[in-house]
Nanobody
């Protein structure tokens, strides 16, 4: 069993910053791609940023230049540094990880989500 636990969400004014963390724990052999997605009320879940185990990154156009994704493989943790936040960044942010378990099977896991609210 693998669990992802997110932290770092909250309320911030426009122009402010937040740092999200997502730690994976459990029967982990290794992690492949890790990433962040978000879902605003009434909208579909969308990709924010991903990072593979070679640290190659990919960002949504709407966050390029403002958000930075990084990872600590030793801690099975992925981070999202969010700067210059805008009200349209308000959403529930979800962590996703592609995990190779100790049985050498690969599964995708999701965190429970953390709320980010940006006030104008």
């Amino acid at each position: 069993q693998v669990h992802l636990v997110e932290s770092g969400g909250g309320l911030v004014q426009a122009g402010g910053s937040l740092r999200l963390s997502c730690a994976a724990s459990g029967s982990i052999f290794s992690t492949n791609s890790m990433g962040w997605y978000r879902q605003a009320p009434g909208k579909q879940r969308e990709l924010v940023a991903t990072i593979n185990n070679g640290r190659r990154t990919n960002y949504a156009d709407s966050v390029k230049g403002r958000f930075t994704i990084s990872r600590d493989n030793a801690k099975n943790t992925v981070y999202l540094q969010m700067n210059s936040l805008k009200p349209e960044d308000t959403a529930v942010y979800y962590c996703k990880a592609s995990v190779v378990t100790t049985t050498l099977a690969t599964y995708d896991y999701w965190g429970q989500g953390t709320q980010v609210t940006v006030s104008s």
